[in-house]
């Protein structure tokens, strides 16, 4: 062998031994693909060993969801009825393409997987950010959708490898059109329809065979998403995924570019009908079913449309029919226009069940699943924040009792020229923080949240469930905030009444429960309860309940007044600023919104009144509104429940007719402390009320339920407006001006400052 100069040849023999350590390498490398094939095939066959067997009834029939109310009953029935079956003669060609074309190009390829099509989707998932693509097949799809959960969480390798099995056992027995029928009579289309044949004769009035190509490809591509892809409620997204299904039928060349122009081109509402409902009965409980559904999703990832699932909730029916009946009728409280809306949420003090909910007044018959003002945090709750922003934490934090003085004078808000203007206009001087609150004075409040802190205000609430992305000192009076981001932040009736139950409750939170129980198609069940979470001292619950039934005896609340109940609750009312005024024709005093909310050892219940239109005012007439509604619906709950009072708790003290937190400083230190503190905690452990000597009458005012003769106006046993009820000033435009101060923040801005 010839080298190079100066080189030596390399031996033989190591190139051999390269070669037999390559060929190990490369047996090696086989022997582990093996092991990992068949160990792969052995967990495949362990997990479809349980696959449930294939079954005509389950791929024909739709899994319909039942909802049962507090007593077993059921009330609603989601995909039972709403479903019209199309025979695979009268299934257009064009149909068939659109569903191909966009949810499984190959499905007249496979055996019902596609490995093609899982290794697509391997790949973009892995070389692409916007969002993962499926590799399931049609036909898996249709496996899934009939005998197993909707849900992510139950997407498990077990799971997927039965799906798959199922799908190969299907394609064996039925034919691909057979499939594809199955698939389309059994698909949920949005607004409780189940079937292309029930949306196309719900949505356009004709059958499949009839409709336009762009209305074929609408139903086409709803299934991935039918509630997001619903034409009624988001036509822009449905539109978007119609011209999607229509491009990839354009690219499978199912239509021309003519046919692909001119449908692209069509409206997407173009022959869209106003959708019925054959159930009058379903707008009673229309907004309760909407949180239902929304609060099963949020536990439990569950799809109430698909997953047949059987629902026992919180709905007392007796009590959402009655709410229902005050809301939309004239027998109980007179409204002033059909516009006015009203929103309402009742919850159990103790467990924080939701047991009846409004979110509406006069709810056309075709709103399905519609806006629900129960829920919604757009708007002012006014005073109604003073107990959980104000005193509640002042309570809390710094151990103030309800005797505390406080200068209700001119003020401003901390580091600007902004006044702080109560309701009337006017001040009162030094007074308690007993009198601050119920006759719902703003500078004291405003005063408090700014002793307390914002940090420490922030703290307490969201103990509450409540929650602002950025506190300003107007919160103290005021739930505006700019932004909401859905729902986390500002206040709704649901919130509030789950706020003031922790008042009820000894100041122990519950979050609010729609649902009671869920059973699986597997015959599982899942429970629902509240653990309870403690909000706050049990003093801090009991002073503010205490100073909270003076609102309603002789304060802003006197039309909440129930006889013989004991209760207490708190009024509020949003205002227009000073250039909202100019453009409102008024005489005397307006609000865009007026509240109430009240509560029971039972029952904690939220009222909000006001137009959806917020320029169009509620008048000095109708002030009372939410009060109204509250008292009525308060009065038929407390029926059948007993009617006791709360129970002081040890660590209180009643002095006089205030109340202080034990061992606080500000506790007086008089000789007879001890025989005052003995004799009232024993007055108030009582759970009955009895008759009683002028004296003790006089000292026990804030528990009463029925207020007694007023000192100061002792011809008339009714508070009257003129002396401790919140009033409107005569001219509104002073009631609302503010001082022009660029440094205002924006919820000072829209702070009014008559709210009470």
């Not at 093609?116 to 693509?133: F, P």
Request: charge should be negative; proline fraction near 5%.
């Amino acid at each position: 062998m010839r080298t190079p100069k100066g080189k030596k040849p390399k031996p033989a023999q190591k190139k051999k031994e390269s070669r037999h350590i390559g060929l190990k390498i490369a047996i090696a490398i086989v022997g582990f693909l093996c092991v990992v094939l068949l160990t792969g095939v052995g967990i495949f066959f362990f997990y479809v060993k349980d696959a449930p067997a294939l079954s005509e009834k389950k791929l024909d029939a739709t899994v319909s969801s039942k909802f049962f109310d507090s007593d077993g009953n059921i009330f609603e029935e989601l995909g039972a009825e709403k479903r019209e079956k199309v025979s695979a003669t009268k299934i257009p060609q064009e149909l068939d393409d659109a569903i191909v074309s966009v949810e499984d190009r190959r499905f007249f390829k496979h055996n019902g997987v596609d490995p093609v099509r899982i290794m697509g989707s391997l790949v973009h998932n892995i070389t692409n950010k916007d969002g993962l693509q499926g590799g399931s097949t049609l036909t898996q799809q249709l496996v899934k959708l009939s005998f197993f959960s909707t849900k992510a969480s139950d997407q498990t390798l077990r799971r997927k490898a039965q799906e798959a099995w199922l799908a190969i056992q299907l394609e064996k027995k039925y034919s691909k059109q057979e499939i594809l029928t199955y698939y389309i009579n059994k698909v949920y289309m949005a607004n409780g329809l189940y079937g292309m044949e029930t949306a196309a004769e719900s949505y356009f009035g004709k059958e499949l065979q009839h409709l336009t190509i762009a209305q074929t490809a609408l139903l086409a591509g709803m299934p991935q998403a039918p509630n997001s892809y619903d034409p009624y409620k988001h036509p822009e997204a449905a539109k978007d995924r119609r011209d999607t299904v229509l491009y990839t039928m354009l690219n499978n060349k199912k239509i021309t570019q003519d046919e692909y122009d001119k449908a692209t081109n069509e409206p997407i509402d173009q022959g869209l009908l106003p959708l019925e409902t054959d159930n009058e009965e379903r707008k009673v409980a229309d907004n309760y079913v909407k949180e239902v559904i929304a609060q099963v999703e949020a536990k439990t990832g569950k799809n109430v449309y698909t997953d047949g699932l059987e629902i026992y909730t919180n709905l007392d029916t007796d009590a959402q029919n009655r709410l229902y009946s005050i809301v939309n009728g004239d027998e109980y409280v007179q409204y002033p226009d059909e516009e006015l809306q009203i929103a309402a949420t009742l919850v159990d003090s103790k467990t924080g069940n939701v047991t009846a909910q409004i979110g509406g007044r006069n709810i056309a018959d075709d709103v399905y699943l519609g806006m629900n003002r129960a829920v919604n945090t757009s708007r002012d709750f006014g005073s109604t924040v003073k107990p959980i922003t104000d005193y509640g934490p002042a309570f809390e934090y710094l151990q103030k009792s309800t005797g505390d003085r406080i200068d209700d004078k001119q003020y401003y808000y901390e580091g600007t020229k902004t006044e702080v203007k109560n309701w009337d206009n006017s001040y009162q001087g030094n007074i308690s923080l007993r009198q601050a609150l119920y006759d719902s004075r703003n500078v004291p409040a405003v005063k408090l949240f700014n002793e307390v802190g914002p940090e420490n205000v922030s703290k307490f609430l969201k103990k509450l469930g409540i929650q602002y992305k950025e506190i300003q000192q107007a919160n103290a009076i005021s739930s505006n905030t700019e932004t909401q981001d859905g729902t986390k932040y500002g206040i709704s009736t649901e919130k509030m009444a789950i706020a003031y139950a922790a008042f009820a409750n000894g100041g122990t939170y519950n979050e609010p429960l729609y649902i009671n129980k869920i059973k699986y198609q597997d015959g599982s069940e899942q429970t629902f309860e509240n653990e309870g979470k403690k909000a706050m001292e049990p003093y801090t619950a009991y002073m503010v309940t205490d100073i909270l039934k003076d609102v309603i005896t002789k304060g802003t609340g006197f039309k909440a007044q129930i006889p013989n109940l004991f209760q207490a609750g708190k009024t509020g009312t949003s205002n227009y600023t000073d250039d909202e005024l100019a453009k409102i024709p008024h005489y005397g005093s307006i609000s865009p919104d007026v509240m109430f909310t009240g509560f029971t050892p039972h029952y904690s219940l939220s009222i909000w009144a006001g137009y959806d239109d917020r320029m169009k005012p509620i008048t000095s007439q109708s002030e009372y509104i939410a009060q109204d509604v509250y008292r009525e619906m308060m009065t038929y709950a407390s029926e059948n429940v007993s009617n006791e009072d709360w129970v002081m708790p040890n660590d209180v003290l009643r002095i006089g007719n205030e109340l202080y937190v034990k061992g606080a400083s500000s506790v007086p230190t008089q000789p007879s402390y001890s025989v005052q503190s003995s004799y009232y905690n024993n007055y108030y452990n009582q759970t009955t009320t009895s008759s009683s000597s002028e004296s003790e009458t006089s000292s026990s005012e804030s528990s009463t339920v029925v207020p007694p003769v007023s000192s100061e106006n002792p011809a008339n046993p009714t508070p009257t407006p003129s002396s401790s009820v919140e009033q409107q000033p005569s001219q509104p435009s002073s009631s609302a001006s503010q001082p022009d101060n660029p440094a205002q923040t924006p919820a000072q801005q829209n702070m009014q400052p008559a709210a009470n």
